[in-house]
């Protein structure tokens, strides 16, 4: 098999790519279920060029990767020229300032990444019985291309740990960053979660609960084909209100939700704050085989506690009565850590085609290990669970 020759090449649009193609290399899991993620399928990713989501002004050039032998398709990945290092969630706008500061020019760089989606997730997409020789090629593809275009670097973020430690090996950077993770410990309801932590933060998350739920309306849960086009119009102020503050401009275009209720709603679930027949916020999730993954959140009007209930408590719910294992609540947030979301690592990985640089970058990110293992060990230590249900899940 590895004797045979391969071809790699970078393509401009998913148009270029079957989907049933990319799909046996994405989620090939998926012939008998969900995928374990949806955010690497073909739909997730042509709703992004679709709906003008990238490509354009946006900053991300799709040069999705393939590798082909014996006319077969055996791995991809998503891969984009970056004009900038905005929707990562993994920063290196420290490094970039840096590089330019020594006279070099860092932008554009390649990033194999899924965008604005700070999820961990396989970036390098093999067909089953391909990972070693697939990985192998689209890493060195990547890196082919970014030296045959005098590009500053390449970047594989969230990747999954077995990744960072194979890419690790092929000579690429490793890096570790933070979320904050729910898991499920075989919870009947909520009530058993709310069992296994220490009795003040355990009041506290009642306490929580009560005040979001005074709003003056119910709280409803929705999933495909019960999310309509009215609830999208509603979710995209939410969105905005919330990409306006936080990124100065949302992500995702108005046409990026036209093709969620087209070809994704199956792959979400959305929750919303209702009164008298208005949405006054909501948060969206998508679910994955085994994983519900928070993603946005947003709302009109401001009512004690309804975030952490849409986001973290509505989630958790819909997690142990769907038998899901965990609840990814997107990047950042300590404050995650009193509503029974504990710190976990992250993986991500670098390649710079300046020797010198990248050795200053290593030094760093020995550094930066250190620190973030530490932290995650405090953190953990201060979580809400009572001290012998730490100590198991430690």
């Not at 709703?47 to 040069?63: C, F, H, I």
């Not at 490094?95 to 990444?113: D, M, S, T, V």
């Not at 709310?194 to 929580?208: C, D, F, G, P």
């Amino acid at each position: 098999m590895t004797d045979t020759p391969i071809e790699v090449a970078a393509h401009p649009s998913l148009a270029d790519i079957h989907p049933a193609d990319w799909d046996a290399c994405a989620c090939p899991e998926a012939t008998d279920g969900r995928p374990h993620d949806p955010f690497t399928t073909y739909r997730f990713l042509k709703a992004l060029e679709d709906s003008g989501s990238v490509g354009g002004a946006s900053g991300w050039q799709p040069r999705y990767l393939t590798v082909r032998q014996n006319g077969q398709m055996i791995a991809a990945a998503p891969l984009y020229a970056k004009g900038h290092s905005q929707g990562e969630y993994i920063f290196d706008h420290n490094w970039a300032h840096a590089y330019e500061n020594a006279g070099g020019r860092y932008y554009p760089k390649l990033q194999i990444a899924v965008p604005f989606t700070p999820a961990t997730g396989r970036r390098f997409l093999t067909r089953p019985g391909y990972e070693v020789i697939g990985m192998s090629a689209l890493i060195q593809g990547a890196i082919q291309i970014a030296a045959d275009n005098e590009i500053s670097s390449v970047h594989a973020t969230f990747c999954t740990e077995a990744e960072a430690i194979a890419g690790a090996e092929m000579g690429l950077l490793a890096r570790i960053g933070q979320q904050f993770h729910w898991v499920n410990d075989g919870y009947k309801d909520f009530d058993a979660f709310l069992a296994t932590l220490s009795s003040r933060k355990r009041k506290n998350i009642r306490k929580e609960r009560a005040q979001a739920k005074s709003f003056g309306g119910d709280i409803i849960t929705l999933t495909g084909d019960d999310i309509q086009p009215e609830h999208w119009d509603a979710f995209w102020q939410f969105y905005q209100d919330t990409g306006n503050r936080k990124w100065g401009t949302p992500y995702l275009t108005r046409n990026f939700f036209d093709c969620a209720q087209e070809t994704l709603r199956d792959d979400m679930m959305m929750v919303l704050a209702v009164r008298d027949g208005r949405a006054v916020a909501g948060a969206l999730n998508f679910i994955g085989r085994e994983t519900l993954y928070g993603r946005y959140w947003g709302c009109i009007e401001h009512h004690p506690c309804l975030h952490f209930e849409l986001c973290y408590y509505q989630a958790i719910e819909f997690a142990i009565t769907h038998g899901l294992s965990r609840v990814e609540a997107g990047a950042q947030g300590e404050h995650k850590l009193a509503r029974g979301y504990l710190p976990v690592t992250t993986h991500s990985l670098h390649w710079f085609g300046d020797p010198g640089f990248r050795d200053a970058v290593a030094r760093y990110l020995d550094a930066e290990r250190d620190a973030i293992d530490h932290e995650i060990e405090v953190l953990t230590s201060y979580g809400p669970f009572r001290k012998t249900n730490r100590e198991e899940q430690q």
